[in-house]
């Protein structure tokens, strides 16, 4: 089976020294959605800029589809479509236009540009917006024609760095349902994106990259399980409010907020013991994406001892 992505050893250094990625080696076998996550700085659109061979590695390797993206740049450029962070298409096109344009510069003939710009732009909404311009658009409708023209293109992998950044929820959840839609269709997708609920909801294969190192890689589910928790109690920082919730579970500080990992009945448990005497419960809930992502990159400090293991 052909190998969608796979990164041996890859590192960047930039001129000025700084490490933008730092030997990471990992393998996506299965087409689907494949979502990048990392802090501002972790190297998520350096990778994607490699990828799409915009930009050459310092040292390692990386092969997209089968190719390597130095010896066989050309080849990888033909198979893949880039939806780049914050892009937003010229102002003075109609839709259809533009996605006719971007097919023909890929080789296809006018014609078949011409009904599958028709196809997608029914597919993802902007039929009706068809004779307007650009610029008459919203900034969440921009950001779907940029969508359609990656695509329309039938690639065989599309990278979407960041596509509903700055998208109202709306929005948001209308590119979704495009992209579960070509996940059906048996297309590959390597996304990037802050939004932890987005991950959660669109992802067959996460990667989380962390100051240019790679700290895990597995299914939404294979990776939340590294919590090693169920359920957790957050609690607004009150002092003694660690001490009261002691031996309950592991506990840590996000910034103004205790939370308590452990099972439900524990959880549960600790915030009983909390209304009794206490104020400042907010809410017993099931672990996600979002707090593996924060133990996984140290974005918490641990308050007992056990908490850190």
Do not use: C
Not at 48 to 72: F, N
Not at 160 to 166: A, H, M, N, Q, S
């Amino acid at each position: 089976m052909e190998e969608v992505i796979s990164a041996r050893d890859l590192t960047k250094v930039y001129p000025d020294g700084t490490e933008a990625l730092n030997g990471i080696s990992f393998a996506v076998e299965r087409r689907g959605i494949v979502t990048l996550l990392g802090r501002n700085g972790a190297g998520k659109t350096t990778f994607v800029r490699i990828a799409a061979t915009l930009s050459a590695p310092t040292s390692g390797s990386l092969e997209v589809l089968g190719m390597d993206v130095l010896r066989d740049a050309r080849s990888v450029r033909q198979r893949i479509a880039l939806m780049p962070q914050e892009s937003y298409p010229p102002t003075f096109p109609r839709p259809g236009e533009l996605v006719e344009a971007y097919l023909v510069a890929r080789g296809w003939g006018l014609g078949d540009a011409r009904r599958k710009a028709r196809e997608i732009l029914e597919d993802v909404g902007l039929w009706e917006y068809r004779d307007k311009t650009v610029s008459e658009l919203s900034g969440g409708m921009k950001r779907k024609v940029i969508l359609a023209m990656v695509l329309a293109s039938g690639a065989d992998l599309m990278f979407l760095d960041e596509p509903t950044v700055g998208l109202d929820p709306q929005s948001r959840r209308s590119i979704w349902r495009i992209l579960e839609e070509a996940r059906r269709e048996g297309r590959a997708m390597l996304l990037t994106t802050h939004y932890m609920e987005e991950a959660e909801a669109l992802s067959d294969d996460v990667i989380i990259l962390d100051r240019g190192r790679l700290v895990a890689h597995g299914g939404v589910q294979e990776i939340v399980a590294r919590v090693g928790a169920t359920h957790k109690l957050e609690v607004s920082d009150f002092p003694g409010a660690a001490e009261v919730i002691s031996g309950y579970g592991r506990i840590y500080r996000y910034g103004s907020r205790i939370v308590l990992y452990s099972d439900r009945k524990s959880a549960e448990e600790a915030a009983a013991r909390l209304v009794r005497g206490h104020s400042g419960v907010l809410r017993v809930k099931e672990v996600g994406l979002e707090d593996a992502f924060v133990l996984l990159t140290g974005g918490a400090e641990p308050l007992d001892e056990g908490a850190g293991s």
